[in-house]
């Protein structure tokens, strides 16, 4: 199976607002706010859980989705890693961009990054290069209710975000 960093190489910026506007309010319980049911960990788990160390929040933006941020501040800081200092996916080349949201769960929700929209689910390829969702439990160190009480993500979330991945 592939992983998130694996699927998408380069993306120009018209895509990724077409991705946007299709998927801003698509919502894990649909009309419901799930962050209702954890007071929003996924987004705030470093202020709540200041003894963990592996709690710190990062958002990895996908190859070119740092333009989607280039006129935007407030609520987040942007960094970057270069791809020889941490091994990446041979086709992310130069600079790996993340942020840090700094007043979470508060945001310009319209410009939320991709990793956050598609939350709990995270795409994988089968060996016969299909698309999945699967529960993301990679490197979380919080309980998603969505996860742990195994509840039914609502339909037009998955179909927008699976959309999301494939396109
Ligand atoms: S941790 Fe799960 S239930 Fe809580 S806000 Fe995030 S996606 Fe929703
Ligand atoms: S972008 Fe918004 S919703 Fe996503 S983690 Fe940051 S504060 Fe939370």
């Known amino acids: 199976m592939q992983n998130v960093k694996e699927m998408k190489s380069s993306i120009r910026k018209k895509d990724y607002l077409k991705i946007y506007n299709m998927t801003n309010n698509a919502s894990p319980l649909g009309e419901f706010n799930c962050g209702e049911l954890c007071d929003s960990i996924c987004c705030t788990v470093e202020s709540q859980n200041k003894e963990d160390i592996y709690s710190e929040m990062v958002l990895y933006l996908l190859p070119g989705e740092e ?22 996916p041979d086709s992310w080349d130069g600079e790996v961009y993340y942020i840090k949201c700094t007043n979470p769960p508060y945001c310009n929700r319209k410009l939320r990054p991709i990793q956050c929209r598609s939350f709990p ?13 699967i529960f993301d439990v990679d490197d979380v160190t919080y309980q998603c209710p969505i996860i742990s009480d195994k509840l039914d993500l609502d339909e037009d979330f998955l ?9």
Do not use: A
């Not at 689910?121 to 969702?133: E, F, G, I, Q, R």
């Not at 179909?159 to 396109?167: A, C, D, Q, T, V």
């Open 67 to 88: 333009e989607m941020l280039e006129h935007e501040s407030g609520w987040f800081e942007m960094y970057y890693e270069t791809t020889d200092e941490i091994e990446y």
């Open 121 to 133: 689910v995270s795409p994988h390829l089968d060996k016969d290069n299909n698309l999945h969702l």
């Open 159 to 167: 179909r927008k975000i699976y959309k999301m991945w494939e396109s």
